[in-house]
């Protein structure tokens, strides 16, 4: 009887030890899973975390151009102060747009050209172009028939002679004051011009000092240096002059902001600046 109840307990003995075992190799088991499957998931986590900070990165406005760098070239070329400047395109030998326009004057037909630099408005051009070689003609006729030795005594053909000559030099005149033939410093010129005009008040036509001013200058400043850092990575002595325009645009705005919500918010759109370049902590 002891020998058939020997095998039977060593039997139950075994069975309940290896079912112990199994339990905690089970235990175990799950418990390494579980530690690896959460440090996948940790290195998921971390990775998607990276991901979405390089994708706020990427999309932040730039403190530079103002500008989204998805948006940058639409929103610059919609916006109030790329319609001011100067088109260079247009100024290119290669442009197939009318760059002259015939104009029928009181002396005859002068080409004025569609770029005009200094500033001239058309008061200036009536003066210039259809006024004062008129005035010459009559002085230059004047002269020349009170003269008894000159053998041009008609004063007829004198006077149509001198208005052929004013024709000539207002032609030449007019090519003169082509933007076409300016030099970089004409081109900067006349931008400046045109955005003084642009953002000053009907009040007050020609208003440098005004805060809308100086942030339109700055701004083109800064675009025009960094067209000439993205040719020029090494020129050092410029990129520590574009970091002091940025950060004076940003106090311009700043105070601009403080004094006046609705400019500074008009402000930033004619300028295609965001306001997250602007506001906070400038690292340039």
Not at 140 to 162: C, E, G, I, K
Not at 197 to 203: G, K, L, R, Y
Not at 237 to 244: A, F, H, S
Not at 260 to 275: F, G, M, N, S
Request: charged share 30%; net charge positive.
């Amino acid at each position: 009887m002891l020998r058939t109840r020997l095998p039977q307990t060593c039997r139950s003995v075994v069975s309940t030890s290896q079912c112990t075992y199994n339990l905690h190799t089970a235990a175990v088991l799950r418990a390494q899973a579980s530690r690896r499957s959460g440090g996948s998931t940790r290195k998921v986590n971390l990775a998607n975390k990276e991901g979405r900070r390089k994708d706020a990165l990427a999309n932040r406005p730039s403190f530079i151009l103002g500008t989204r760098p998805s948006d940058e070239a639409e929103k610059w070329r919609n916006s109030n102060l790329a319609g001011i400047l100067v088109d260079e395109v247009v100024l290119s030998p290669k442009s197939e747009l009318p760059t002259t326009t015939e104009m029928e004057l009181r002396i005859g037909k002068v080409s004025l050209p569609n770029q005009i630099g200094f500033g001239l408005g058309d008061s200036e051009k009536k003066m210039l172009f259809n006024d004062l070689p008129v005035l010459s003609a009559q002085a230059m006729t004047l002269a020349t028939v009170s003269r008894p030795y000159d053998v041009a005594n008609d004063a007829a053909a004198s006077h149509q002679f001198w208005e052929e000559t004013e024709l000539r030099k207002a032609n030449m005149f007019a090519k003169v004051l082509d933007l076409r033939n300016a030099n970089a410093a004409g081109i900067a010129f006349e931008n400046r011009r045109r955005i003084i005009v642009a953002f000053s008040t009907p009040e007050n036509p020609f208003s440098p000092g005004r805060a809308e001013v100086q942030a339109a200058l700055k701004t083109y400043k800064i675009r025009k240096l960094w067209s000439h850092l993205q040719k020029f990575k090494r020129d050092s002595g410029n990129r520590l002059g574009l970091r002091k325009l940025i950060h004076e645009r940003a106090k311009i705005l700043r105070y601009l902001r403080s004094v006046d919500r609705d400019r500074y918010e008009t402000v930033l759109e004619r300028l295609a600046l965001e306001p997250e370049s602007v506001e906070g902590e400038l690292v340039v």
